[in-house]
């Protein structure tokens, strides 16, 4: 019997029970070992993730006044992932429809080549809402949503943006925020910062605090992002909402800034740089006030009522990004760098404000004790520095003009130059005794040379030049020389003559108006030195949609801040039984209240503030043989003397290239403490209101 047809049925059998058990086994293996994975992989497929920025917390002033909020906007935008999904024809024809729509309704609007570079912008992920046009009408918003198969990856969504009720007030103080730039995105510090606040989705599209108290206080600001999880179908319509964790908003910080107080500073301020620009000095100088600061603290614990910089900017402008046009105008040398607040980051010669660094040096190291000259008699206006020789080494008052003997008090009122001259040579001459930088010493004391701390990014700390620094200058510029190069910096010793600089606030010697104000009110509580106070709290309120005073409103303390003790200045006692102290203040009240006072005539013209005030005049001398410019005017004043609990504000004012310091610095202090004093301090005004401040009186500008 042949057994070839009995053979290849069962060959076939066992084929077909091979293929069986296989396709067995496969299926098992997919039932049973990978559906785990094939599950997760459909589930990626077919869910997205998109986050909400949490909206930012609030700012107010002392007295819960809303400097910075939140409002609505809606944004055009697109999904990277989606437009990929097109042909290059498609996504250019996208790119021209979505600009000829936008410059529809403005003209500034982004271009075609503008949409593509945001679409390819590499901080965003292909998921990622990319705003394209904020504040998108309502017509628009019902446009895309009635076209949205003719605009593929095209979205509307309403979001937060940032909003200053009151404009360009405050502004160096508030700052503004932005999108995050790619340096920020690797700062460990800014990173960190989010984390620790547990906000920690700080990545590309996400926006920032752009210096001011936005940057500072980010971590309290920054609300904390919310997710959602939907379920798509593959043409990218949502078909279910998987999962949702709400935004939180940020917590509100609470300054100690008066905005009505600082508007009036700025108003001033601004009025008086004004008024003398373009005016000659009697040297025939221009008057140019590029820039001015002015600072008000308070003696009592070191909060800030106002620090007006002038020129300054509206951070509304800078909401949503900020066009190559608008950032060369911030930053343009001849527009004054809005962006800069200088009264932190400003540094200027003190001029003979500083003259109460250097008379406390001198009674503090007993240069007016027993067996010591009680004074300086000036029978020239002139002096000339000790073991000296060369033509520099006479020096002269302001004019020329002989003041007869000063003491130290009488040496304040009068402002004699040639007084310190004296001072300052002789506090060169006895170094053995005394080391080489008493002066320095003091100003360390009253917190020069050093940054104060406030919270505002771009903060400088001045300038205290001493022997040593002079000594590593020159050597550091001295180390690649090559044979035969002279040394730039010219000489490596310090000298009498840079002591006899320095002690009327000239030379290197720098400050910031921040640093001066707080000097003079370490003065005028009698030596108890605050670090500057910027923030009051921060609170989380109910309702961050509700008057944040409102009875039904109640918000929780996060953080209080409270004054800092920075240094606890001594004082000894003069030959006539007072304290040093007294004779300090003694000489800067007979400023204004004695006739000889430098700042006399200009309190009797602006009809000065009520009370007894103590003050001090500077003129700066600015530029170089080469670049000559006109003084700088510096003024400082605290008061009222005898209000029941000492002085409660010390303001200081510094206009470059203004004239001289009862000119114009001085003016302007008063005119701007006179409302704040007399509890007359016209309310700020807001963008949305049809007023404005009152003028200010005329400034009186002297050649």
Request: aromatic share 8%; hydrophobic share 35%; charged share 25%.
């Amino acid at each position: 019997m042949d057994d070839t047809p009995r053979l290849r049925l069962s060959i076939l059998g066992i084929v077909c029970v091979s293929l069986f058990a296989s396709l067995t086994a496969r299926l098992w293996y997919l039932q049973a070992i990978d559906r785990e994975e094939f599950a997760a992989t459909g589930e990626t497929f077919r869910l997205r993730t998109v986050k909400q920025a949490g909206p930012r917390g609030r700012v107010l002033d002392r007295n819960g006044k809303i400097l910075v909020d939140n409002r609505l906007s809606v944004v055009v935008g697109i999904v990277r992932d989606d437009v990929n999904k097109l042909s290059a024809q498609e996504t250019s024809d996208l790119y021209g429809a979505l600009a000829d729509k936008f410059n529809r309704y403005d003209i500034e609007a982004l271009k075609r080549a503008d949409i593509a570079d945001a679409v390819n912008d590499p901080r965003y992920k292909p998921l990622d809402f990319i705003p394209l046009y904020r504040d998108a009408p309502a017509e628009m918003e019902l446009f895309f949503a009635e076209h949205r198969e003719e605009y593929p990856g095209v979205r509307v969504r309403r979001e937060t943006v940032r909003t200053y009720p009151y404009g360009h007030i405050g502004a160096s103080i508030l700052g503004y925020v932005g999108q995050i730039a790619p340096a920020e995105l690797e700062d460990k510090d800014v990173v960190a910062a989010a984390a620790k606040a547990g906000k920690p989705y700080i990545e590309g599209g996400d926006e920032i605090g752009k210096g001011g108290v936005e940057q500072s206080m980010e971590a309290d600001l920054r609300g904390t992002p919310g997710t959602t999880t939907v379920e798509v179908s593959r043409t990218g319509e949502v078909v279910q909402v998987r999962d949702e964790t709400p935004p939180e908003v940020g917590s509100d910080v609470w300054l100690n800034i008066d905005i009505d107080a600082q508007a009036w500073a700025e108003h001033v301020l601004k009025a008086n740089m004004r008024a003398v620009r373009g005016h000659l000095s009697k040297d025939g100088k221009v008057y140019r006030a590029p820039e001015g600061a002015a600072a008000i603290v308070s003696p009592h614990d070191g909060s800030i009522v106002a620090l007006a910089s002038v020129p300054t900017y509206d951070p509304s402008a800078l909401v949503g990004g900020i066009s190559t046009d608008v950032w060369n105008e911030l930053n343009d040398p001849k527009n004054g760098y809005p962006l800069n607040n200088w009264a932190v980051s400003g540094q200027f010669p003190p001029g003979s404000t500083f003259k109460l660094i250097s008379l406390y040096a001198a009674l503090e190291n007993n240069m007016f004790g027993p067996g010591n000259p009680p004074g300086f008699e000036d029978s020239s206006g002139k002096y000339t520095i000790a073991d000296c020789e060369g033509p520099t080494c006479t020096r002269q008052n302001a004019g020329g003009n002989a003041l007869g003997f000063a003491d130290p008090q009488t040496s304040i009122t009068i402002s004699s130059d040639v007084f310190y001259y004296w001072l300052a040579d002789r506090m060169w001459q006895g170094r053995a005794l005394l080391g080489e930088t008493p002066i320095q010493d003091a100003g360390t004391k009253f917190g020069l040379g050093e940054k104060t701390g406030i919270p505002l990014a771009g903060e400088r700390g001045g300038r205290l030049p001493t022997p040593e620094l002079f000594r590593e200058r020159y050597d550091d510029a001295g180390k690649n020389l090559k044979p035969g190069e002279t040394n730039p910096m010219g000489r490596r010793n310090w000298t009498a003559g840079d002591n006899v600089n320095m002690s009327i606030g000239q030379g290197e010697v720098l400050v910031t108006p921040l640093q001066l104000a707080n000097a003079y009110a370490t003065l005028a509580n009698g030596g108890t030195h605050y670090k500057p106070l910027l923030v009051q709290k921060v609170t989380k309120p109910t309702d961050a949609n509700k008057d944040p005073l409102a009875a039904d409103n109640p918000a929780e303390e996060v953080q209080v801040f409270n004054p800092v003790v920075k240094n606890q200045l001594t004082f000894g006692t003069a030959t006539d039984g007072r304290s040093h102290l007294e004779v300090l203040q003694a000489g800067f009240q007979g400023v204004i209240s004695n006739g000889r006072g430098t700042a006399n005539k200009m309190w009797e013209e602006t009809g000065g503030l009520p009370g007894i005030w103590s003050a001090k005049t500077g003129t700066a001398e600015l530029g170089t043989k080469s670049k000559p410019k006109a003084d700088g005017s510096v003024f400082a004043l605290y008061g009222p003397v005898d209000a029941p609990f000492g002085p409660n504000y010390a303001i200081s004012v510094i206009i470059p290239e203004s004239g001289f310091g009862a000119d114009t610095a001085g003016p302007t202090a008063v005119r701007i403490m006179a409302p704040l004093v007399n509890g007359n301090l016209p309310p700020a005004p807001k963008v949305d209101e049809d007023r404005a401040l009152p003028p200010v009186p005329p400034l009186k500008v002297k050649p």
